[in-house]
């Protein structure tokens, strides 16, 4: 009775609470940005409204888009001031399939736990546990995977049971000794390891179990598999509620050019903190939340292909191959690295023609032009050869925002 009585008390003090801060409860249907999926979608919060009658969220939120008692998505978590605090938990779960995602925010940034998994029936198949920093990933980080993409002549891709662990510095870059163990469908074991200083892979290589070999590889490294993970699920869930932070995190760690900064990451990506523009004009850091993402009108495959000299040593019909680079302030690109390559004699000569490329829209921060990142996916045709169809790739142009800051190919 006395139990009964105390939460009877709690209830009237907190809604006394809620009344003194003009707060109001919305319980009912939502649409989310999970709207495609098929369900009833309801949520749950508390707001305040604004002078221009839109509506401040403020407290406990709760989401769902429920199909039957099997098929669901649920997400639970804070908001302060209409920004994401505290705790996030989002939940798919499907008959035989449950991917949980727990991040936690700071002022709508992720600051603290980020942690996802991934189980069917019982068994984890992929995982990821880190801490964030401002949006960052620092220190160690761990987890499952089940592919891994390296380069290895012109291009390997393993598929098995994967373990991996690492971390970064301070600063979010790749540093010190990466280590995955890949169980293969045969039962033997590839064992792949990386050493990174300061954002820079010095080594990578695996040691087959089967021989004892040593072999150098190249490619991304073992953080790629983050990415990875990210990409395929976590990101996507981020984006069921989007609102009160920054956009969805897509896995991928920082570069030493992302820390060659003349201003704080605090005033660069503060939400409306008037910072002027003539910041943004004179600053050498690579934007990674553009009011305005960098573009290029024409297609870029057409444009290189056009102007590439093949090797006459390139004996396949198609090449593909991945790019990152900056879009700088003139509309022209730098930092070209290579991402993936499944011809390698290739790699020279496209970089060459994206050197000489001229005319992209760069990112607009705050109305002031800044370098910002774009990652390139083309294939090139061997003029000599007539490739199948199932050889050439769809063409792509994806924003990379370090920090995983947007969603470009979405599937819907």
Not at 69 to 81: A, E, S
Not at 290 to 298: A, F, G, H, L, T
Not at 376 to 405: A, D, F
Request: overall charge neutral; some cysteine.
């Amino acid at each position: 009775m006395k139990s009964f009585l105390f939460c009877i008390v709690m209830l009237f003090c907190m809604c006394m609470a809620m009344n003194a801060q003009g707060l109001k409860t919305y319980s009912g249907p939502y649409r989310a940005n999970a709207h495609f999926l098929l369900g009833t979608q309801k949520a749950t919060y508390t707001y305040k409204n604004a002078e221009d009658g839109t509506r401040i969220y403020e407290g406990n939120f709760t989401y769902s888009c429920i199909t039957n008692p099997k098929l669901y998505l649920k997400v639970t978590g804070r908001f302060h001031d209409d920004c994401k605090e505290g705790l996030w938990t989002y939940t798919d779960k499907s008959t035989s399939e449950t991917k949980t995602l727990k991040i936690n925010f700071k002022e709508g940034y992720r600051n603290g736990i980020y942690e996802y998994t991934y189980t069917t029936r019982g068994t984890v198949k992929e995982s990821l546990k880190a801490t964030m920093k401002d949006g960052v990933m620092i220190g160690p980080v761990s987890g499952h995977v089940v592919q891994y993409d390296y380069q290895f002549g012109g291009g390997r891709c393993v598929w098995g049971k994967g373990i991996f662990c690492g971390q970064t510095d301070e600063e979010g870059l790749a540093d010190g000794s990466w280590k995955l163990t890949m169980k293969l469908g045969d039962g033997s074991t590839r064992v792949f390891y990386d050493k990174w200083e300061h954002g820079v892979k010095k080594e990578s290589y695996y040691i087959d179990d089967t021989t004892g070999d040593k072999e150098d590889i190249g490619g991304g490294g073992i953080p790629s598999v983050i990415c990875d993970i990210v990409t395929e699920a976590p990101c996507k869930m981020e984006w069921w509620i989007d609102r009160g932070s920054d956009k969805p995190w897509q896995g991928t760690l920082l570069g030493p050019e992302d820390v060659r900064k003349e201003y704080t990451e605090t005033e660069l990506n503060a939400v409306n903190s008037g910072v002027p523009t003539e910041y943004y004009e004179k600053c050498d850091v690579i934007i990674r939340n553009c009011d305005v993402d960098p573009k290029y009108e024409e297609n870029v495959e057409a444009y290189v292909q056009q102007r590439i000299v093949i090797p006459e040593s390139m004996s396949k019909a198609i090449g593909n191959i991945s790019l990152k680079c900056v879009v700088e302030r003139d509309g022209t690109l730098s930092n070209i690295e290579i991402l993936d390559s499944d011809e390698p004699i290739l790699d020279e000569e496209v970089i060459r023609v994206l050197k000489e490329m001229k005319g992209w829209c760069p990112g607009m921060k705050n109305n002031a032009k800044v370098r910002s990142y774009v990652t390139i996916s083309m294939s090139i045709m061997n003029k000599k050869e007539t490739p199948t169809m199932n050889q050439r790739k769809k063409p792509q142009v994806n924003l990379m925002k370090v920090l995983g800051k947007s969603i470009l190919n979405y599937r819907r």
